[in-house]
């Protein structure tokens, strides 16, 4: 009820608006970009950076990215499937809205929304504060397989997410009964962050371009990936060397809202397809960390009918949908 209250509070506020027409030449001028997680998370990270990119490409004038939190996601998708025909709006997201939208049971799915573009992938990465008692995985699993309440896991998505999928999927391996574990959800890796550096949790699992400061500055330290190869620059096994077999990647992409004419979806995914392309986005790949897995418009669009069903079985494999 309270996902709902909150989805029916955001469908209330007037329709969202665009400043500035489109040029002559039918090129987006402007763009609103929906986050719908806090500052600092994935999906933040991947539309400023995105909004950036394309602007000092020229490839807009103006890219505005503002941030919608709630339910997981599914706040920010609602108000994104209640903005039908809206051309000049998009939203960042990515495998955690999917899993919300399960578990959160939402009146609208990723399926209501217009499928633009999958941008990247990017692997998790089991991670503690710098005075953590745990050195290795090894130490971490011991502890965690000895008493799992007593070693709490914080995650940058709610639950059906990716940094909630990834611990079910390490704890299931290690032959831990995946309700037992203690999850605690954050909203975005940036909230997640100061439960990390602050020991309020055992360790957090997020994606690796939210911490790589943190990381490289040592208050940080990773002990394991979740990607089947080592992630270069971070001094970390990945999960198989490490002994706990799971290999597992996020992802991340654009969507709009429902209900668009052919042109205003073609001028969307024509923009993404053009921000691909551009020397900006390809070193934003290398400095995030990021893996490139565009997939634009219909492709995209069959990828997430496939998700969907995935993430559907996974939860119910645990044992949590």
Do not use: C
Not at 6 to 31: E, N, Y
Request: no cysteine; glycine share 14%.
């Amino acid at each position: 009820m309270a996902v709902g209250a909150a989805v029916a509070a955001v469908l209330v506020v007037p329709p969202l608006l665009t400043p500035g027409g489109d040029s002559a030449s039918g090129q987006l001028r402007a763009l609103r970009v929906l986050v719908p997680n806090a500052p600092g998370g994935g999906y933040d990270i991947t539309a400023r950076t995105a909004a950036k990119a394309m602007e000092d490409a020229d490839l807009l004038r103006n890219a505005e990215v503002f941030n919608l939190p709630g339910a997981g996601g599914t706040v920010g998708l609602g108000r994104t499937v209640a903005e039908k025909g809206n051309g000049k709006l998009v939203m960042s997201m990515g495998l955690g809205v999917v899993g919300s939208v399960y578990t959160n049971k939402a009146p609208s799915s990723l399926l209501d929304t217009t499928p633009v573009a999958k941008l990247i992938e990017e692997p998790d990465i089991v991670v503690v504060g710098k005075d953590s008692p745990y050195r290795t995985l090894d130490d971490l699993v011991t502890a965690w397989k000895a008493d799992p309440g007593a070693v709490p896991v914080g995650g940058g998505s709610s639950p059906g997410g990716p940094d909630h999928l990834a611990p079910m999927l390490m704890a299931k391996a290690v032959g831990l009964e995946p309700r037992t574990v203690n999850y605690i959800p954050f909203d975005g890796g940036g909230e997640l962050l100061a439960s990390v550096l602050g020991g309020k949790v055992a360790f957090g699992v997020s994606g690796i371009g939210e911490y790589r400061d943190q990381i490289q500055a040592g208050t940080l330290r990773v002990l394991a990936v979740t990607s089947a190869d080592r992630i270069p620059g971070v001094d970390a096994p990945t999960l198989t060397e490490a002994g706990v077999d799971v290999k597992f990647s996020n992802w991340r992409g654009i969507v709009a809202p429902p209900g668009l004419s052919t042109e205003d979806r073609d001028r969307l995914v024509d923009l993404f397809t053009k921000l691909h392309a551009t020397p900006q986005w390809k070193e934003a790949l290398e400095r995030n960390g990021w893996t490139d897995a565009f997939a634009p418009g219909e492709k995209f669009g069959d990828f997430l009918e496939e998700e969907n069903t995935r993430v559907a079985t996974v939860l119910k494999d645990l044992g949590l949908a």
